[in-house]
């Protein structure tokens, strides 16, 4: 009889422990700036197996993933990804915008204070952000016992994937030569990152974002949260949030082909290989879960473009600002046109109200004066672009994109390849922000826990990225999410 009971007992403990929900013991999320999806296979052949290899040959790669809004920048981005959002819900309008007629950047914030430095390099935070992200749902699903760290050289790259909830978010802060925080998060450095400053650092103002030497340090950073925050350690699912900035910095400099944009990606694989050892060994083959994708891609260099016949330029937005303020100024008497940013230009409202005129005859006669130019497919209106006649996919990305108070009065779409640089035979960088396939087309893979081996064409945004992570820890979806969860990748 005894032995029959402790039979049961233990019969009702197996049941009981199978009955859990199942979970990793951490979820990695690793952003590659300005990473266009064809460089999974542009550069496949030097890649080294354990790499970037790994994910694509042993993860699952959405290999139609587009951004479903415009612009296509890196804040936007980073926000999207762990949001699941788009810029009119977020509140992200670009990693720089207007409010009450002042120019605000993204993460800045004057209420809180440097930690580790005494610049304004560390004044950040993510109260602009109106949504919650994958970190801030994975908190409230357990009462905030998981731990949420961003790593970044850019602050609104680890600060916007990090979310509001974070324990920790660190960056980089190029005044200083090393990694630091703000108040937001804590008063003090830990004793590790100290630690870590004083080993790794460089000259106070050198730009290590334009240096391969951006890569490694940014991962030997993550690597070392990993093991002093013992993330993937405890009883709750952890989360780390890893963005590599020196791609998009040298995609800027030199573009999308050539020595520099070769040399990054390789280093990139090599860390990346490194990154995923360290997570074997600190955390377990296969008690993982990593994703991997971007926050937009690029276009060619359009002078590479004319090159080889293929229509492209570039759009002096600055010199677009001076007519069409000398336009205004004949006809109205003031120039209320502040600034162009991320294909949009931005009103002065107290010029405007002060002049006694009115702000929508403002803005329909510069409208009309843009629609002249050649290099402008669609000039709007973004208030009434619901009444514009222009392709669906197109409109769908200007509205998801626009969020009023943020963003500027008029938007414009250049034609493809015509993006906002200084028309020059000796320019040899890139941009971004654009609604073509160039900067929306993002790779998308997952890796690791309960993830079977596979891939799909099927039509995938970046704001599904979020509730297929959430649908796979069992968690709500961040709150401003409209996204759509991908079961496919699911191993049963």
């Given at each position: 009889?005894?032995?029959?009971?402790?039979?049961?007992?233990?019969?009702?403990?197996?049941?009981?422990?199978?009955a859990?929900?199942?979970?990793?013991?951490?979820?990695?999320?690793?952003?590659?700036?300005?990473?266009?999806?064809d460089?999974?296979?542009?550069?496949y052949?030097e890649?080294?197996?354990?790499?970037?290899?790994?994910?694509?040959?042993?993860?699952?790669?959405?290999?139609?993933?587009?951004?479903?809004?415009a612009?296509?920048?890196?804040a936007?981005?980073?926000?999207?990804?762990?949001?699941?959002?788009?810029?009119?819900?977020?509140?992200?309008?670009?990693?720089y915008?207007?409010?009450?007629?002042?120019?605000v950047?993204c993460?800045?914030?004057?209420?809180?204070?440097?930690?580790?430095?005494?610049?304004?390099?560390?004044?950040?935070?993510?109260?602009?952000?109106?949504?919650?992200?994958?970190?801030?749902?994975?908190?409230?699903?357990?009462?905030?016992?998981?731990?949420?760290?961003?790593?970044?050289?850019?602050?609104?790259?680890?600060?916007?994937?990090?979310?509001?909830?974070?324990?920790?978010?660190?960056?980089?802060?190029?005044?200083?030569?090393?990694?630091?925080?703000?108040?937001?998060?804590?008063?003090?450095?830990?004793?590790?990152?100290?630690?870590?400053?004083?080993?790794?650092?460089?000259?106070?103002?050198?730009?290590?974002?334009?240096?391969?030497?951006?890569?490694?340090?940014?991962?030997?950073?993550?690597e070392?949260?990993?093991?002093?925050?013992?993330?993937g350690?405890?009883?709750?699912?952890?989360?780390?949030?890893?963005?590599?900035?020196s791609?998009?910095?040298?995609?800027?400099?030199?573009?999308?082909?050539?020595?520099?944009?070769?040399?990054?990606?390789?280093?990139?694989?090599?860390?990346?290989a490194?990154?995923?050892?360290?997570?074997?060994?600190?955390?377990?083959?296969?008690?993982?879960?990593?994703?991997?994708?971007?926050?937009?891609?690029?276009?060619?260099?359009?002078?590479?473009?004319?090159?080889?016949?293929?229509?492209?330029?570039?759009?002096?937005?600055?010199?677009?600002?001076?007519?069409?303020?000398?336009?205004?100024?004949?006809?109205?008497?003031?120039?209320?046109?502040?600034?162009?940013?991320?294909?949009?230009?931005?009103?002065?409202?107290?010029?405007?109200?002060?002049?006694?005129?009115?702000?929508?005859?403002?803005i329909?006669?510069?409208?009309?004066?843009?629609?002249?130019?050649?290099?402008?497919?669609?000039?709007?209106?973004?208030?009434?672009?619901?009444?514009?006649?222009?392709?669906?996919?197109?409109?769908?990305?200007?509205?998801?994109?626009?969020?009023?108070?943020?963003?500027?009065?008029?938007?414009?779409?250049?034609?493809?390849?015509?993006?906002?640089?200084?028309?020059?035979?000796?320019?040899k960088?890139?941009?971004?922000?654009?609604?073509?396939?160039?900067?929306?087309?993002?790779?998308?893979?997952?890796?690791?826990?309960?993830?079977?081996?596979?891939?799909t064409?099927?039509?995938t945004?970046?704001?599904?990225?979020?509730?297929?992570?959430?649908?796979?820890?069992?968690?709500?979806?961040?709150?401003?999410?409209?996204?759509?969860?991908?079961?496919?990748?699911?191993?049963?």
């Amino acid at each position: 009889m005894k032995k029959i009971l402790i039979f049961v007992a233990g019969l009702c403990m197996s049941l009981a422990a199978s009955a859990q929900i199942q979970r990793p013991k951490l979820v990695v999320g690793l952003v590659v700036d300005q990473m266009r999806w064809d460089y999974l296979y542009y550069y496949y052949n030097e890649y080294g197996t354990d790499g970037l290899r790994r994910l694509v040959d042993n993860g699952f790669s959405f290999e139609n993933t587009h951004i479903n809004y415009a612009p296509t920048v890196t804040a936007i981005g980073h926000s999207s990804v762990y949001t699941g959002s788009v810029p009119a819900i977020t509140g992200i309008a670009g990693n720089y915008f207007f409010q009450d007629d002042k120019n605000v950047y993204c993460c800045e914030d004057p209420n809180v204070k440097s930690v580790g430095s005494d610049s304004k390099e560390g004044q950040m935070s993510p109260h602009r952000l109106l949504a919650s992200t994958i970190g801030d749902e994975l908190q409230i699903s357990n009462d905030f016992r998981s731990k949420v760290i961003g790593v970044a050289l850019k602050d609104r790259a680890s600060i916007l994937p990090a979310g509001h909830a974070a324990d920790a978010a660190y960056w980089w802060d190029t005044s200083a030569g090393h990694f630091v925080t703000s108040t937001f998060y804590t008063d003090h450095l830990p004793q590790w990152v100290i630690d870590f400053n004083e080993k790794n650092h460089t000259a106070p103002n050198f730009n290590i974002k334009t240096s391969t030497q951006g890569v490694t340090m940014t991962f030997k950073m993550a690597e070392a949260a990993l093991k002093n925050e013992n993330l993937g350690k405890g009883k709750e699912t952890d989360m780390l949030a890893v963005s590599i900035s020196s791609t998009d910095a040298i995609g800027h400099v030199y573009s999308t082909r050539g020595k520099e944009n070769h040399d990054v990606y390789m280093q990139l694989d090599k860390d990346l290989a490194h990154f995923l050892k360290t997570l074997d060994e600190q955390v377990g083959k296969g008690n993982y879960l990593l994703f991997l994708t971007a926050d937009h891609g690029a276009a060619h260099n359009y002078n590479y473009m004319k090159e080889h016949r293929i229509p492209a330029g570039g759009w002096d937005y600055r010199q677009s600002v001076k007519d069409l303020n000398g336009y205004l100024q004949g006809k109205f008497g003031i120039a209320p046109v502040m600034a162009e940013d991320d294909y949009q230009f931005f009103l002065n409202d107290s010029l405007i109200a002060t002049s006694g005129l009115k702000k929508q005859q403002i803005i329909d006669e510069s409208v009309e004066y843009l629609k002249k130019d050649p290099r402008y497919l669609y000039v709007f209106d973004e208030e009434r672009i619901s009444e514009v006649t222009m392709p669906q996919w197109i409109k769908e990305r200007m509205i998801n994109g626009y969020f009023r108070g943020r963003s500027g009065e008029i938007g414009v779409v250049t034609r493809p390849q015509v993006f906002g640089a200084k028309d020059s035979p000796t320019y040899k960088g890139t941009q971004h922000g654009q609604p073509f396939p160039y900067d929306t087309h993002i790779p998308f893979l997952l890796y690791g826990w309960n993830v079977k081996h596979g891939a799909t064409t099927q039509e995938t945004y970046i704001v599904d990225i979020a509730p297929t992570v959430c649908a796979m820890l069992h968690i709500q979806m961040p709150n401003g999410c409209i996204g759509t969860a991908r079961n496919m990748a699911l191993g049963n």
